[in-house]
């Protein structure tokens, strides 16, 4: 499989859905929105009272964070996902993934003449962080495609944006063990780890991936989807300390610091395990009548075994089908925002409210 390349910084791509928008708003009652995975259901109680506590909170936080923030993060990897032999040292919070994986690469001394890898279907921000590193970017699921090439970066995405893929263990093994024959860094998005439905997803952090070391690898983790954090802007990355190190030491310099009273919020959201289950309880039934909704009119669903989409194609153009929803008043996202691969799907939401998922499901059943 032969990647693609860019060296340039992308358009904004949710721009292009402005027109479309425009017609689901039109719609008699309403826009089904389905374009952004955004949380829509209330921040736990337990985190806005945590929030509410730690809101004194005059002098500056420190970047590495506090040390319970910290053993917060280290305590949730051991006890939902079996990663052991972390240090406080081999965790970092910060403000929103997202930032984190855009500023990724600058941070690490990337730059030009370097390449790195990132899924041939994948959040636009793993092309945007290379682009603003002025390093070259490729897009692939292949590793044999760098050649001869040895990227500087390769970054995971399992489980998947948009598709919802969860890579097996086996697979995971090989790709650590590939990126550290070769000296890569290796840096698994892993935010939607606890959105799964039909598997049991592996952090890259795990003993029966990357070993008794987690040299060479990082993970970043966010707090959005699982306990409806977004506004809080609350994540972390963890792994190999000289690489946490590299980035505290860069982070330092910048200023970029999780509030004091986010963080006593992290610890709150990431020791509470039951507003977890009840969240992705709500998910479950929502993913279930939207699915049976969209493969009644003829859909198929591909992958969709986690994360908080479904990735939807009847077999036309992505925009074809972006256009013939947002006539029914329901706002998806095309699969070309995700690369060239995703011309025939759509990545459909599910986190609207009970309401609005009902309504989309009425829209569809009468559409037929």
């Given at each position: ?6 060296t ?27 374009s ?6 209330p ?36 006890r ?69 090439e040895?990227?500087r970066l ?153 994360s ?35 011309a ?25």
């Amino acid at each position: 499989m032969t990647g693609r390349v860019s060296t340039r910084l992308p358009d904004f791509p949710w721009d292009k859905l402005t027109t479309y928008a425009a017609t689901a708003r039109a719609h008699a009652d309403g826009i089904v929105d389905l374009s952004v995975g955004t949380p829509v259901d209330p921040t736990p109680a337990v985190v806005q009272e945590a929030l509410r506590a730690a809101a004194d909170s005059p002098g500056y936080p420190i970047t590495i964070g506090l040390p319970e923030t910290r053993q917060a993060a280290i305590d949730w990897l051991s006890r939902r996902f079996g990663v052991v032999d972390l240090g406080l040292d081999a965790v970092l919070p910060v403000i929103g993934s997202k930032e984190l994986i855009g500023s990724m690469a600058v941070h690490l001394g990337i730059g030009p003449g370097d390449l790195i890898g990132y899924p041939e279907l994948a959040y636009p921000t793993y092309e945007v962080g290379a682009a603003l590193a002025g390093a070259r970017a490729m897009a692939t699921d292949s590793l044999t495609a760098f050649g001869p090439e040895t990227p500087r970066l390769l970054w995971l995405n399992s489980p998947s944006n948009p598709t919802g893929r969860v890579l097996p263990p086996s697979h995971l093994r090989k790709v650590v063990e590939w990126c550290r024959e070769r000296g890569t860094i290796l840096v698994s998005d892993e935010c939607y780890l606890e959105c799964a439905w039909d598997v049991e997803p592996v952090s890259v952090l795990h003993p029966d991936v990357c070993g008794d070391s987690h040299d060479g690898i990082l993970s970043v983790h966010s707090l959005s989807k699982r306990s409806n954090l977004a506004g809080y802007r609350c994540a972390f990355v963890a792994g190999d300390p000289t690489l946490v190190g590299e980035l505290l030491a860069v982070r330092k310099n910048l200023g970029l610091q999780m509030p004091g009273p986010q963080q006593r919020a992290m610890i709150a959201a990431l020791e509470d395990d039951d507003h977890v289950a009840a969240q992705h309880a709500a998910y479950a039934a929502r993913r279930a009548k939207l699915r049976t909704a969209l493969e009644a009119v003829g859909f198929t669903i591909d992958h969709s075994e986690a994360s908080l989409y479904l990735w939807a194609s009847r077999g036309d153009d992505c925009w074809t089908t972006v256009g013939a929803l947002a006539d029914l008043g329901i706002l998806v996202a095309p699969g070309d925002f995700y690369g060239p691969a995703g011309a025939r799907h759509v990545r459909v939401a599910f986190t609207a409210t009970d309401e609005r998922i009902d309504a989309a499901v009425s829209r569809l059943s009468t559409a037929g």
